[in-house]
């Protein structure tokens, strides 16, 4: 959803139509951007899960682990480790994104040459 939107603000922001086709560059970079928010918004339970499967903490459930961990860590603690999750996901959901838009522009092309 970000996604989309991104892009579509990007095209009005350059006066473009909203279904202009970007540059491999622009698709990277709003696919960056996108994945960057999709995993500032989701990571806080990523983390809240991985501490509930910990074998080596004891915590009685999803509220114990929210609490210990704002206690003792603030909001920091709900991003522990979020750098090097970007680095190992956001490559692959780049790729991802400009295959995908040039494989649906280029079947689109060919259904409209076919017409």
Not at 14 to 25: K, M
Not at 70 to 89: D, Q, T
Request: glycine share 4%; aromatic share 12%.
């Amino acid at each position: 959803m970000a996604y989309e939107l991104l892009k579509l603000k990007y095209n009005q922001h350059i006066n473009r139509l909203p279904e202009a086709q970007l540059s491999t560059v622009e698709y990277i970079s709003v696919a960056a951007l996108s994945k960057i928010f999709a995993v500032a918004a989701t990571y806080p339970y990523q983390v809240v899960r991985a501490r509930l499967q910990d074998q080596h903490m004891f915590y009685s459930g999803v509220i114990d682990v929210i609490t210990k961990t704002w206690r003792k860590e603030g909001i920091g603690g709900f991003y522990k480790g979020i750098a090097p999750n970007l680095i190992r996901v956001t490559p692959a959901c780049c790729i991802t994104f400009v295959v995908y838009e040039n494989v649906s522009h280029f079947l689109l092309d060919l259904r409209e040459k076919r017409k």
